[in-house]
């Protein structure tokens, strides 16, 4: 067996020397962040890999960075989902438990942001995608939030989704959401808040989704006109209740098309749904019978002053040591 002596110089593979075919096999074996690196080493490169991926898939990836205090990129298709950090010391999957998980050399230890800066400006072109969603900790690196949002829009001059995340989040600090809610068509939150927060957030667009959302109040959900909107842990039953009311009696949220909220047991159905008798158009007895975990089952119509028809539905999952229950409400 011969050994390559120290003087002797390495050959690098040469992936572009094979034939066309073989080419495509190495390539579908490489990583994806394999792939994306071998394109950025030349321009003759780039185009090379361009010719040898399978375009459709490729095409199907969502680019969706995160910014927080350690900048990552998601790179998200159907349930595959890539994520691309920055470190002092580079990791590959096989090194780490997650198997989609880069962390790759961050170049500029002065600027967290440079390296996923550039990293998206390529994976936009290369990919030929913008931006689709934007997750930010806005407890973190306040002094570049706005900065990071410009700097995108400069890009691009929206986006799909913005998700906001934080812990003991401030009124000033959700001044950057209250200013660039006019970037986004989807608002998702999962934040903190401290004891002096207040808001009068609203938002007209295609979703809104609010996680510990004990900031989000009742007058806010019946001031944002969504298609869609999810809550969870905001509202007490006599408000959901005045909620559908209101719909009811188109009074607000016209534009919605399904809605999702969580109650604290089943019972509280009887308090939610006290409702006009005229409003309801059918109702099924047995609820909570016979129901698959995670799946919605349909219970009663209400009837909207226009004629519009809305479907409630129920369903439960497994929450710690209980049930928690969502109630759902599709517009027909």
Same mark, same amino acid.
């Given at each position: ?5 120290? !003087? ?32 950025? !080493? ?17 095409k199907e990836i969502d680019i969706c960075p995160g910014f927080d205090?350690? /900048? ?13 950090s920055f470190g002092i010391k580079r990791y590959y999957p096989d ?32 990919l030929e995608s913008p931006i689709v969603e934007l997750s930010m ?6 002094? &570049? ?22 812990? #003991? ?27 002096? =927060? ?5 938002? #007209? ?7 510990? %959302? ?18 969870? #842990? ?8 005045? =909620? ?12 919605? &098309? ?5 109650? /604290? ?10 409702? /006009? ?8 007895? #047995? ?19 226009? %004629? ?9 999952? &497994?929450?710690? %040591?209980?049930?928690?229950? !969502? ?6």
């Amino acid at each position: 067996m011969s050994v390559v002596s120290k !003087t002797e110089h390495f050959q690098p593979f040469r992936l572009f020397n094979l034939p066309t075919v073989a080419a495509c096999n190495v390539i579908s074996f490489m990583r994806i962040v394999e792939v994306i690196e071998t394109s950025m !080493t030349s321009s003759k490169a780039r185009k090379k890999v361009k010719s040898l991926i399978n375009a459709k898939l490729w095409k199907e990836i969502d680019i969706c960075p995160g910014f927080d205090s350690n /900048p990552i990129i998601q790179l998200v298709r159907n349930y595959d989902v890539w994520i691309i950090s920055f470190g002092i010391k580079r990791y590959y999957p096989d090194t780490l438990s997650c198997m989609n998980y880069y962390r790759l050399l961050q170049t500029n230890l002065e600027d967290k942001t440079a390296d996923w800066k550039m990293w998206i400006e390529y994976l936009t072109e290369f990919l030929e995608s913008p931006i689709v969603e934007l997750s930010m900790d806005i407890s973190e690196l306040k002094d &570049k939030q706005q900065s990071v949002i410009d700097w995108i829009k400069s890009r691009q001059r929206s986006i799909e989704k913005l998700s906001i995340y934080g812990e #003991n989040v401030s009124t000033e600090d959700f001044a950057i959401v209250e200013n660039n809610k006019g970037f986004t068509k989807e608002f998702l939150f999962e934040m903190e808040t401290d004891e002096n =927060f207040h808001s009068d957030f609203t938002f #007209n667009g295609k979703s809104l989704t609010v996680y510990k %959302g004990k900031w989000f109040k009742l007058n806010q959900l019946l001031n944002s006109d969504c298609a869609e909107i999810y809550i969870v #842990n905001s509202l007490s039953d006599s408000e959901w209740n005045t =909620f559908l009311r209101k719909w009811i009696n188109m009074e607000s949220n016209l534009n919605l &098309k399904r809605l999702e909220f969580d109650i /604290p047991e089943l019972q509280s159905l009887f308090s939610i749904l006290l409702l /006009p008798s005229e409003s309801v158009a059918s109702i099924a007895t #047995n609820a909570g019978m016979n129901m698959i975990e995670n799946k919605f089952k349909n219970f009663m119509v209400i009837r909207r002053n226009d %004629g519009a028809i809305g479907v409630l539905g129920i369903r439960w999952t &497994k929450g710690h %040591g209980s049930k928690v229950w !969502t109630l759902s409400l599709t517009v027909k």
